[in-house]
């Protein structure tokens, strides 16, 4: 019985030493050295597709601010916080980085997983942070270091009943996994539904990555929808929609924001044919595809970063969850230019005054362009490459929503739109 | 930095009660409990659905049953209740006299179907997407303290719930009730002869631990104010068994330090690492670490759990 | 109707479910070891295969390459591992610890050398076959006759060779197989081979029929197979088949009316019930009697 303890504490004198040691790095704020941007985002576990989404937004950001000569004159380093899609885990990983990573000015996140349990941290350490959790929560937060600016989950779900009511149908289906990232968008689309009045014929949730779906595809068949909404993964959705066709005929597919992209596209396009896919298959995604030099200065930030992105990189071209996050860095940065400080408590209101409209602003398009302007004396409101960013009282921003189709061998074609004021006006 | 030590703090004492109610499940009662994180989620999740206020129906971000906003301490009287409840049910029917073997394949099933069941029906506990928002429990009582007092503060909390379910547990491993659970676990057939009714100590000790495992959850759930699906799946219950393993089974201290060496010290010193290939690789090789420490120990400390030689029938050439 | 194709459904789900618990169960009847690692095993043949795809290489040899992993690393873990715990007296709860470490060794080994991620399993479906009220793809028809393939095989590998007939001794009484000159040893790395092959088919049959792969799958698919075992008796390959389809239709009906969360709670309710009303039928003997042949 004495040999466990002798050996458990030998093993425990490592840690103190090692603790010690850390005791004495950490701080967050204006020091002389790197600036540091957080990245929250789940690298491992459940939702480790994050991580791709977080690269194409940190790394053509960061390129962005150090083509231009970074904040300040400092460079601006980029610091990785994994919640391992484990809220518990992202406690202890968001405190270990507070605790040994110095210069720590600004937070990309948290994410929907560990928005709850890391918000009022970050925000008690007065460190502003752009989340792109979606809980209805955040609508109306009371935290003054919170900003957002992507539309939370409802937003999304309430477009696509608009959608779905201007083209005619009478009933809607709402086929959705049950993995995290597709669950976050149904409860918008359930209260979307109602309340333009269309009937929901039949609710089918569907356990990722299964052999087969007809079951549920049977049952989607008998309550006859007019169109079908949808977010899961690729592979469900491939064999869903594959087994749909079988048994059946294809009706309207709609998508929810959370579905263009790559991996979502190619087995679905393999599983009901190229012609069906073009035919049948709409997507509205948040951020209305705006033509303007901010998305050119995004698309060239990702040709200059493409080596450290997921491939094919023209997925990330274009692609408005990644602009929006790259506007996100790019404001934060003009922020902290605007205040002449890297320190959050300093810095936090500059970003609405960076952004906002006003008389006599100076409207730039690029972080070079602001930076300078800003050195000259001059105001200045940055229009993204995701449309101006317009945060209300509190601290949200969502611009328009795009219904696109997606012709074969083409990107998207924006077939119609739907303005952030009708989704608001939908309650 | 102060941030980090406390956040570890509650972890610490959170897992060590997960280590006692396993010592006593396993360690004094035999019983092979491959389902333990179960319970944990069970309480965690009791506590968030009564602490939260009512879900508002399918528009609402979360779907959840009950809702009832109950204060402190009344979410973690629920989850203890609930853990124990969940126990009596598991345990009534896999604590029948069967092979060891199977009876931990079975409870290890059972903690996967449980899983399956939780992310798919969401109107239960709103899915893989979990529950968030949980209130802090005298967070309002408490507001003169800082961000990073009111954190000390919850370990200090922990930590006296630790030292009462230490005294509770240790008090009923040297009461008599503790010695008739070890000699079921040691011959059942023996313990049988003098009186002692092997199945139902055993389910005594299965809910006990239950009940301990869903205050533990509680806690936890508390403290993170969110929780899904991620935080227990069915490695969690390793984790704890290899704390236990490593630290002394059966041997209420001893677990103690084996929770404090691998949850606190093995699990987080490989953070401090350089990183080294992909963001989240060393996080990931983790599980991989904790199944090769795990294979180590029984090899070189059985400590009781193997007993004499025994012949290998493939070897026999060399016979 | 939807009860009829259910049933359709339940026998490609059975067919799935059956090979796995072949494997599983030779491994199981001889060894008495309850190798959970054997989820581990199905996830690295799964694996092989879909490197094989994204290598381009043709099909026929990803499955073999499925087959051969999964026999060499379950004949390697049980010559090296499980034969080292074994001779040290470990018992059979013991094992199935050692077992458990090992599939989390596999699992999350995998896990991060496939960076975490959930891929696209690109397999050829063929076109959907109707007859009457049921609808399959030529590959589940495929996996259909694949299963009934392996059944058979077994069935004359048992009852007809001499290598079947020594198994079924050894696995009836070890001790006294060794003393009547029967090759254990041998025997033993036959079923380690076999089942490991069987483990690595199963994993492979289980993508192609969902489509994505990730190092969950054999974890995910384990509990549903383990059931079929152990319903079947173990080391009944009979049994294996007859549990297999109660299982995969009770499964996919009750899938069809309640939805899916349900099915794989409905299947393992059967064997909970089971458990609860016969133990010594499906639990075998006291544990005293049965010890670790390895």
Partial sequence: ???????????????????????????????????????????????????????????????????????????????????????????????????????????????????????????????????????????????????RNVPPDPANGEAIALWAKRQGYASVATVFGTDTGSQGDLPGVVAGVKAVGIK???????????????????????????????????????????????????????????????????????????????????????????????????????????????????????????????????????????????????????????????????????????????????????????????????????????????????????????????????? | MSFYISTLLVYFFVDALLAWALNMQFGWGGIPN????????????????????????????????????????????????????????????????????????????????????????????????????????????????????????????????????????????????????????????????????????????????????????????????????????????????TAIILGGVGNTWGVVLGTLLVQVIFLQVPTFLPQVGYTGLIDALQWVLIGSLWLVCLAIRPRGLIPARRPVVSREARR | MLFIQALGFGVITASLIAIGAMGFTIQFGLTNVLNISYAGIMTAGAFAAFIAEELHLPLVLGVVLALTVGAGVTWLLGRTLFAFFARRGAGLFEMVMVTLAVNLILQFGIDAASREQIYRFAFPQGTSLHGGPFTVTVTQLVLIVVAVAVFAGLELLLRRTRLGKALRAMAAEPRLARTCGIPTGRIVNVVWLLSGALAGLAGLAYVINSLSIDASVGTGFLPLVLAAAILGRAGSTRGAVLAALALGVVTEEVAAFGGAAYGSVAGFGILALVLLTRPAAVAGQAAGKVEVTV
């Fill in chain 2, 34 to 241: 491959f389902a333990l994180i179960m319970f944990q989620a069970a309480g965690a999740y009791a506590a968030a659905v009564v602490s939260l206020g009512p879900d508002t129906g399918a528009g609402a971000f979360q779907r959840y049953v009950f809702g009832s906003s109950l204060p402190f301490p009344l979410p973690l009287v629920v989850a203890t209740l609930a853990g124990g409840l969940l126990a009596l049910i598991v345990g009534s029917f896999s604590l029948r006299r069967i092979r060891r073997d199977y009876q931990a394949a079975i409870l290890l099933i059972v903690s996967l179907i449980v899983t399956g069941l939780v992310t798919n029906v969401v109107g239960l506990v709103n899915g893989s997407n979990g529950l968030t928002g949980v209130p802090r429990p005298l967070s309002g009582v408490l507001s003169r303290l800082t961000y990073d007092g009111y954190q000390w503060a919850y370990a200090a909390w922990t930590a006296v719930i630790a030292a009462a379910v230490y005294l509770l547990v240790a008090r009923l491993g040297s009461s008599p009730w503790g010695r008739a659970l070890r000699a079921v676990r040691d011959n059942e057939d023996a313990a049988a002869t003098i009186g002692l009714n092997p199945v139902s100590l055993r389910l005594q000790a299965f809910v006990i631990g239950g009940m301990i495992c869903g205050l533990s959850g509680g806690l936890l759930a508390e403290f993170l104010a969110s929780w899904s699906p991620a935080a227990w799946g069915y490695a969690e219950t390793f984790a704890v068994f």
């Fill in chain 1, 200 to 427: 929901l014929a039949d609710q089918e949730n569907l356990t990722p990555d299964q052999p087969s779906y007809r079951s549920a595809a049977e049952r989607l068949l008998a309550a006859r929808p007019a169109a079908i909404i949808t977010e899961s993964d690729g592979p469900t959705a491939a064999t869903f929609f594959g087994e749909l066709r079988q048994l059946g005929s294809l009706v309207p597919i709609i998508g929810t924001s959370g579905t263009p992209s790559y991996s979502y596209f190619t087995p679905l396009r393999g599983a009901i044919g190229g012609p069906s896919f073009m035919r049948y298959f709409r997507a509205v995604v948040v951020g209305n595809p705006v033509v303007n030099p901010a998305v050119t200065a995004f698309n060239a930030a990702v040709l200059g970063v493409q080596g450290k992105l997921a491939k094919p990189v023209s997925q990330w071209e274009n692609n408005s969850f990644s602009e929006s996050g790259y506007d996100a860095i790019i404001t934060l940065a003009l922020a902290m230019d605007a205040a002449h400080s890297t320190d959050g408590s300093v810095y936090n209101r500059f970003i609405m005054r960076v952004t906002a409209p006003g008389p006599g602003k100076q409207v730039v398009y690029t972080y070079a362009a602001g930076k300078a302007a800003l050195a000259a004396g001059h105001q200045i409101q940055y229009v993204g490459a995701s449309g101006p960013l317009l945060f209300d009282g509190y601290h949200n921003s969502f611009g328009s929503q795009a219904v696109e189709e997606f012709p074969a061998n083409a990107g998207a074609v924006v077939v119609g739109t739907i303005t952030q004021a009708q989704v608001q006006a939908l309650g």
């Fill in chain 1, 1 to 147: 019985m004495r040999k466990p303890v002798h050996l458990s504490l030998a093993l425990c004198l490592p840690c103190v030493l090692a603790a010690a040691a850390c005791a004495s790095a950490g701080g967050t704020g204006a020091s002389a050295g790197p600036v540091g941007i957080v990245q929250i985002a789940a690298y491992t576990g459940d939702q480790a597709f994050e991580a791709q989404f977080a690269d194409s937004i940190d790394y053509p950001g960061l390129y962005a601010v150090t083509q231009a000569g970074g904040v300040l004159g400092r460079k601006v380093t980029l610091i990785q916080v994994d919640t391992r899609s484990d809220p518990a885990d992202a406690l202890t990983a968001m405190g270990k980085t507070l605790a040994t990573s110095s210069g720590i000015s600004g937070v990309l996140g948290p994410d929907s997983t560990s928005a709850a349990t890391l918000v009022p941290l970050l925000n008690n350490r007065h460190l502003p942070m752009m989340i792109t959790a979606g809980e209805a929560a955040y609508d109306r937060s009371s935290y003054a270091y919170l900003w």
